[in-house]
């Protein structure tokens, strides 16, 4: 079994930075990805980065790009999440999420494509 652990969530006021961290106990053989998803009040959870395993290509919602970045540590079976210049508009419950190799046809910024995914850390952001 494959189980994350997200920590770094808190609360920031409006351009600060926070760093997530995404722990993984255990792996799965072939590993696809892990990624990063967001879920506001009221709204649907969406994609806001991505690492692929093989090569590290990454993936950013638009919104997110230039201000956030994911990264991993292998050794420690951990990815990141920087988050500079953060907005009000950022706030969300933010998840990490795990993936067994699913092929190439499967997109990064699919939530069908993960197959783990952590409880979850609040990030808040005041205006």
């Known amino acids: 079994q494959v189980q994350l652990v997200e920590s770094g969530g808190g609360l920031v006021q409006a351009g600060g930075s926070l760093r997530l961290s995404c722990a993984a106990s255990?792996?799965?053989?072939?590993?696809?990805?892990m990624g990063w998803f967001r879920q506001a009040p009221g709204k649907e959870r969406e994609f806001v980065a991505g690492i692929r395993w093989s090569g590290g290509s990454t993936y950013y919602k638009d919104s997110v790009k230039g201000r956030f970045t994911i990264s991993r540590d292998n050794g420690k079976n951990t990815v990141y999440l920087q988050m500079n210049s953060l907005k009000p508009e950022d706030t969300a419950v933010y998840y990490c999420?795990?993936?067994?190799?699913?092929?190439?046809?499967?997109?990064?910024?699919?939530?069908?494509?993960?197959?783990?995914w952590g409880q979850g850390t609040q990030v808040t952001v005041s205006s």
């Open positions: 255990g792996r799965p053989f072939s590993r696809f990805a």
């Open positions: 999420a795990d993936s067994e190799n699913q092929g190439p046809r499967t997109l990064v910024a699919d939530p069908e494509a993960y197959d783990y």
